[in-house]
Every structure is written in C-alpha cells, then in structure tokens.
C-alpha cells in the first residue's frame, strides 16, 4: 500500500503536521474515500522515513476527531463520514480562517486571487480522475 502523502523536508511546518494535512488533503480531493485502508504505523513510518510515534500521534489524533476509524488487529481506515463540527457558525469561522489563510499563503508565493482559485480547480480535478 503507497503512502497517500509525502513530506518536504524543506518545509518548516512540523512533520506531524505536514502528515496530518496530507492525509486531509488526500481525503478532501478524492485520492483516499471513505473505507479506503492507510498504510499501517511501522509502514507509514518506513516509506516517509520518519518515526513511527509521529504517524501514530497523527492517526490518534485523527480517530478522536472521527476521520479515521482503527479496527483492532485490522487497521486503520478512513471513516465513512468524515464529521462535520456540530455548530454551523463554528464551521464557517473555522472555513474563513482556512480560506484568509490560503489567500495569504498565495499571494506570499506570488499568486493572484484568481490564479490560487485555478490551482483549487486542477487539484481537484486531479482528484477525481
């Protein structure tokens, strides 16, 4: 089973958290569904040549908030349903701090509005071929 991330290790952010947004992303363009298997901890751990802590840190993390599912002596899986967080409000603010974010993110790499909207459109694309 291919690892569905990778990690930059010319990256800043932490690799937990690279990892975490990985599988997110993963999830949120198509690349892993609901049901799909990941790699196991030790596996995961091997092909990205990180420690095995940090994946299992990462899939700890993701089962408490619902977006993975461990089946004892089985694996670890994406959930049927990815939750959503009980207040509508909450989702939004959570949701216009991702998208200020990104827009700021962009605009540092050189990026317009419009053409960091065209690079949402293609992976998503990606993502469903």
């Known amino acids: 089973m291919a690892a569905p991330i990778t990690i930059d290790a010319n990256d800043r952010t932490p690799i937990y958290a ?3 947004r990985g599988i997110r992303v993963a999830i949120a363009t198509g690349r892993m569904r609901p049901g799909d298997q990941l790699p196991t901890v030790r596996q995961l751990a091997v092909d990205l040549r990180v420690n095995a802590n940090t994946v299992a840190k990462v899939y700890l993390a993701l089962e408490r ?3 993975v599912v461990t ?3 089985v694996g670890t899986f994406i959930a049927d349903s990815v939750p959503k967080a009980s207040h509508a409000g909450h989702r ?7 998208i200020d974010r990104f827009l700021t993110d962009s605009a540092a790499l050189g990026y ?18």
Do not use: T
């Open 92 to 98: 939004e603010r959570r949701l216009a701090a991702h």
């Open 18 to 20: 690279q990892l975490e």
């Open 65 to 67: 908030e619902g977006v």
């Open 71 to 73: 089946r004892r002596g």
């Open 112 to 129: 317009s509005p419009r053409e960091a909207m065209q690079q949402i459109a293609r992976r998503l694309k990606e993502g469903e071929s």
